[in-house]
């Protein structure tokens, strides 16, 4: 296992320089620049910026100078906001995105998995049909139907939560519920097929007929294998969740990292997209990482790979 | 799922045990902080690196300049400065400072502040995007491009601590709109240095903590996206006049986003209003919405270096054939004013002479003129905008009137906003949609935009006379004759149509009636010292 965790962690080093070196040329290659802005400024001052950021160097020399910054863990002054540092912003707004993620995450397998048992074992009655129904208009509706929707219900005309901030723990409550319902729907289902699959197994029938009761059966030796789908999609929900907030954060006006991420690549701040893609790319590989690990752990069969 | 989420909003409720509630706004009224939605979260509190809006909207809070805008109308009185003198020939202005103004940390402020404030933002390599706003000053621009090192050649003097001299190149009758910037305001410089170096953009002094100012109000609290708080600053001069103990400033960017914290109390007054709902609240809410003119026309660029809109006729046909009204009646919605010039009427007693006349049976035959009679032969162009849903509502109706009228295709064309500003910058389009705010209230800021190769001209056309009338006949003293030449050259400019003007922005802010002393006004400029608010009853 310590093999398996130190071959993957050290896999991530190449990944992350093409990612770093794509990202870093993408950029470049895009039309238009960091200082370009309705209102022309003369070119000496526009030149003068870039200067300061070392933007007049010859490509190559910024990619390696960048690549040597990046190694240091350095991810440069932002362009939009030249008073901060990338590195700052990342620590002022992740733990924001973070919180969102996890709570959007809790609504997700608390609502998803209760859903999804209570379908796989009531199969075919109104319980299974009705939840699974509200599982599939969830994943229809966008987020950015759902929120205003709940906002409109829940904060305009029943006035018991906030329309938009950050401030209160109530504050946390529907941006959490927005991000969440899509994956909460997504579990139910996926939890329903795993459970049904491994209900119908032989062993299950083996527990049933050595006197196990419902209960046991169901949580001691069926939910530990109807739920390998669903853990196997958390690496990407929990990765689409953080990244992903973006459309809840500006809903929500929420002040995390999602909205750095996308408007740093149209306001083309060269090292704010580089530090928040790279961020974001070790968190998605790490997070799989640990899904995979969590996968042996539950299915004894996969050791053996 | 819907119904998941309704119970969990109802388990949650049940447990946090809350019902009807005082709003944000009624708290806040109590305590006498002003709560505004300022459209965008400011990229930093330096009024010498920052450019945009959001910006200044707040800043206006933290400075104070030689000059201040008038709260009703945002023209320049006294500030800082108390009272100044002009010289007959308008190049030298003096500026004699109150005794008694403090920054934040207690300091006072002398001319020495104002003298080494402005030798930092020609610095060059401070790269101030805005240093151009000095730029009438005796040799602020040699010194800024770096072809002078000698900062005591450029027109600025501190002969004592009180008194502050201003020499400029030439006339320039509206320097004093122009320093209500945020340009020209004075900075801490000993505070800078403590910070950084003093010609380093990213130096962050401007932050809580290290902060000074010299405005009514000292920054407090800054967290990025989630608002920022300033309160009532101790030192300021005229602190007696203050009636706010502070201001919240939300950076919400969504329009509809900011609404819905309008509507649910958290906001005293939101920039603007979402365009679909301002119909709304003209109709049924207008205690809450102001509609205003602001100094912002909306214009389309033709690029005159291409055929076929090199030829002045089709130019002209094309201006002449699009029906401006039916436009902000059905299509932009707010309450938006038909263009048929440049400049907004009555900036400042200037309004242009010449207004574009609509006129569909001479645009046909300007059109034949110039040999495309019906339409015929015309080659289809294209328009180009920057990605946004209201440009391309606009864009379609323009294209539709231009068939129906004209007979020629247009095929509409979006770019993502710096990929469009690299287009127009290099003049890659045909047609393309652009907009224009003043900086100051002087309709010199609207005409200088079309100066032959100016930055900001961008259709690569240029006139020689046009040039004459605003840089020489337009700098003089006298009011009368400086309004005379800019209407000959506005004149100039609605015959040339090099730029097709649509309509004139308005800003539809939503504001609770508790707000007192704040008054709209085309620079959209607040000056927070004398705003108070008061509960209704």
Redesign the interface.
Known sequence: MFRFIARRLLEMIPVMFIIATATFFMMRVAPGGPFDSEKNVPPEIKARMAAHYGLDKPLFEQYLLQMKHLCQGNLGPSFKYPSRTVNEIIADAFPVSLELGAEALVVALVFGLAAGLIASLKQNSALDHVPMSLAMIGICVPTFVMGPLLISAFALHLDWFNAAGWFFPRDRVLPALTLGAYYAAYVARLTRGGMLEILHQDYIRTARAKGAGGVRVVFKHALRGGILPVVSFLGPAVAGLLTGSFVVETIFGIPGLGRFFVTSAFNRDYFMVMGSVLFYAIFVIVLNLVVDVVLVWLDPKLRFE | ?????GL??GM??LT?G????ET?VQIADLEGVLRIGNGA?P????PQ?E?GEPEHDIMIALYEGLVDPDPKDGSPVPGIAERWEISPDGKVYTFHLRKDARWSNGDPITARDFLESYHRMLL??????Y??MLYPVRNAEAF???KMTNFNEVGFKAPDDYTFEITLTGPTPYLLAMMVHNAWYAVPISTIKKYGALD????????PGHFVGNGPFALKEW????HILVERNPYFWDAKKVRLNGIYF?P???Y???E??F??G?LHTSLSAPQSKVAYYRKYKPNLIDVYPLLTTYYYRFNVTKPPLNDKRVRQALAMSIDRQAITETVTRAGEFPAFALNPPNIGGYTPRAQLREDLPAARKLLAEAGYPDGKNFPTIELLFNTLASHKAIAEAIQQMWKKNLNINVTLHNE????????T?HLDYSIARA?WGA?YADASSFLELSLTGG??N?TGWGNAEYDRLIEVDGKTQDQTARYEAYKKAEAILMDEMPIMPIYFYTRPRLIVPDVKGWYPNLLDVHNYKEVWLESPK
């Open positions: 799922m819907l119904g998941a989420v969990a909003a949650f409720l946090a809350c019902g009807r509630r944000m979260e990229a930093g509190l330096d690196v450019i060059p390599a401070l790269g101030a995007q240093s151009y800024n491009l770096g380093d953009p990213t130096n962050p002094w401007a932050k967290r990025v996206n989630s939300d919400e960017e969504s509809d986003t900011a819905r914290m509507r649910s958290q993502e906003w710096k990929v469009y500003l690299d287009s910058h907009a900086d930055g900001n961008e």
